[in-house]
């Protein structure tokens, strides 16, 4: 029985191991493809001059907005 098992074992990784991975190349035509190189799949531009500035202060407003939240919740009157 434990020879069985193995023997499926090693069945199963040898098929795996020479299963050949393959990719279609992207089609430039489609709208969901993004023609190759880096910085091509973003949905903004980080080379523009303010993005520093536009990153950071969302993070930051990200970041503060569930304290700032609390803060208000409990300092308003309590009805």
């Given amino acids: ?9 090693s069945t199963t990784t040898s ?3 020479r299963r050949g991975f393959q990719s279609t ?10 023609p190759e190189g880096p910085r091509s799949n ?3 531009n980080p080379l523009t ?3 520093a500035l ?3 202060s969302f993070c930051a407003v990200g970041f503060a907005a569930p304290f700032l939240v609390a ?4 300092k ?4």
Wanted: proline fraction near 5%; glycine fraction near 0%.
């Fill in 42 to 44: 973003l949905p903004f």
């Fill in 71 to 74: 803060v208000w919740q409990t």
């Fill in 1 to 9: 029985m434990l020879a069985r098992a193995a023997f499926r074992a």
């Fill in 15 to 17: 098929l795996v191991s």
């Fill in 25 to 34: 190349r992207a089609r430039l035509d489609s709208p969901y493809h993004y």
């Fill in 76 to 79: 308003k009157n309590k009805a």
């Fill in 54 to 56: 536009r990153y950071w």
């Fill in 49 to 51: 001059k303010w993005f």
